[in-house]
């Protein structure tokens, strides 16, 4: 079979890992089968065989990391895609504040990860900024105060003097808070590492081979393949925006929305001047701006959201004028790739972990902040499976729920991302 290509972006350009898994013919066993490639998957198969189940199976219907977790910005921090405040009010503030902790806990780990396993991932421990795109500082105030007394983390304010001199050369922002133990890094080149140093544990993968179907059988479940069967003790089914028409009664939980990246040509001396910090960033808006500079001197632009896919032309356009919004110097800068994902929402904003039925894991749900819960969902479920852990039953308050489908949910989606972008318009303009 040839071998699938990875999507035209920065991050498959610039991989430094290039192994090639082969797709799955005849029948195999396992203890545990985990079918899905991306983050959530390869960190199970990861959490499984560090624990000592080496008998591990993963299908990938693509390639490793072929979706939004070889395509994101890069950014591993703290939180979910349901932000803090509402996370607080749904579950209540000692509940959230420890559901969040556990989610800063998983950056840690995967920096150590990083250092210990020695993946190649270009990582920069520069902390994340998330910088007021409007002139009244409120936000940031009462964003500081209720992360320090909600959540129990400091992030300090940097006024906006010293967030132009030191971090960020734009007249756009009026002030940032810093979450200081975040950082970035190649998601693609940690994905692919990681799944290295699995598969040298024992992690058998196999790339372009969808599962088909999966049925019970006396000893566990069958999942079939194309060219073959997977018999396994366990399965566990991760999934993200890729994830249409497996499984309905899970895949129909998530909802596909996109986001659009691109990487600048190298910007040599341009790009420290402009952009001094080591942090990523991103801003206040509902639909905001994401970037970093890269180690080659690139500047990685992202932002908007929508249930759209528009051509690589309009994409270009529409990012090129979101980033002269901030840098008016860069309005004609040359643009080396640019790309799309679709990031895999639940409808109540919060991944959908647990049993569907026993010995059968679903890890799905992820939205767009996934990095860091995708491993700690993956520890969950690993640490249930091998030690028989029940922490994964705090995320039964946010079941399997349908997302409303191909049509009326996107439609769902789109007029919630057009509202709140009105909104932030109408802010703007008032400001003005």
Wanted: aromatic share 12%.
């Amino acid at each position: 079979m040839e071998q699938l290509s990875y999507p035209d972006t920065y991050y498959a350009a610039t991989r430094v890992y290039h192994d090639e898994w082969p797709s799955l013919q005849g029948g195999q066993r396992c203890r545990v089968c985990v079918i899905g490639g991306g983050f959530a998957g390869i960190m199970t198969a990861f959490g499984l065989a560090e624990r000592g189940w080496r008998e591990v199976i993963l299908l990938e219907k693509n390639r490793l990391g072929w979706g939004c977790s070889g395509r994101n910005g890069g950014f591993v921090f703290g939180g979910y895609s349901l932000d803090c405040e509402s996370l607080a009010r749904q579950a209540g503030p000692e509940k959230a504040k420890s559901l969040y902790q556990l989610t800063v806990d998983a950056v840690q780990l995967i920096r150590r990860r990083i250092t210990q396993y020695q993946i190649d991932c270009q990582p920069v421990f520069g902390g994340v900024l998330l910088a007021n795109w409007f002139k009244d500082n409120g936000v940031l105030n009462k964003t500081q105060s209720f992360m320090r007394d909600a959540m129990g983390v400091d992030w300090p304010l940097i006024d906006s003097e010293t967030l132009r001199a030191e971090h960020i050369r734009s007249q756009r922002y009026s002030g940032a808070l810093l979450e200081p133990y975040a950082f970035h890094f190649h998601p693609l080149n940690y994905a692919l590492g990681m799944a290295k140093i699995a598969e040298q544990w024992g992690v058998k993968f196999f790339e372009q081979t969808p599962a088909l179907d999966i049925e019970t059988t006396p000893n566990g479940y069958c999942i079939r393949t194309p060219a073959g069967e997977v018999h396994a003790e366990q399965v566990v089914v991760t999934g993200g925006g890729y994830f249409e028409g497996f499984m309905p009664p899970i895949s129909r939980t998530v909802l596909p929305v996109a986001t659009y990246v691109m990487t600048t040509e190298p910007l040599g001396t341009r790009i420290r001047e402009l952009l001094p910090t080591e942090a990523a960033v991103y801003d206040t808006r509902f639909a905001f701006d994401y970037y970093r500079r890269l180690p080659d001197d690139r500047l990685l632009w992202g932002g908007r959201i929508s249930v759209f896919e528009p051509d690589a032309q309009r994409l270009k356009a529409l990012l090129r004028r979101d980033l002269a919004r901030v840098f008016p110097e860069l309005r004609d800068v040359g643009i080396s790739h640019v790309w799309s994902g679709w990031m895999g929402y639940s409808r109540h904003k919060m991944p959908e972990i647990g049993q569907w039925k026993p010995g059968f894991w679903h890890l799905v749900g992820f939205g767009g902040h996934g990095v860091a819960p995708t491993t700690l969902c993956a520890e969950l479920v690993a640490t249930a499976i091998t030690q028989n852990d029940r922490r994964y039953q705090a995320f039964a308050a946010w079941p399997l729920v349908w997302a409303g489908g191909p049509v009326l949910g996107r439609a769902a989606a789109q007029l919630t991302y057009w509202w709140y972008e009105l909104k932030d318009w109408l802010k703007e303009r008032l400001e003005r």
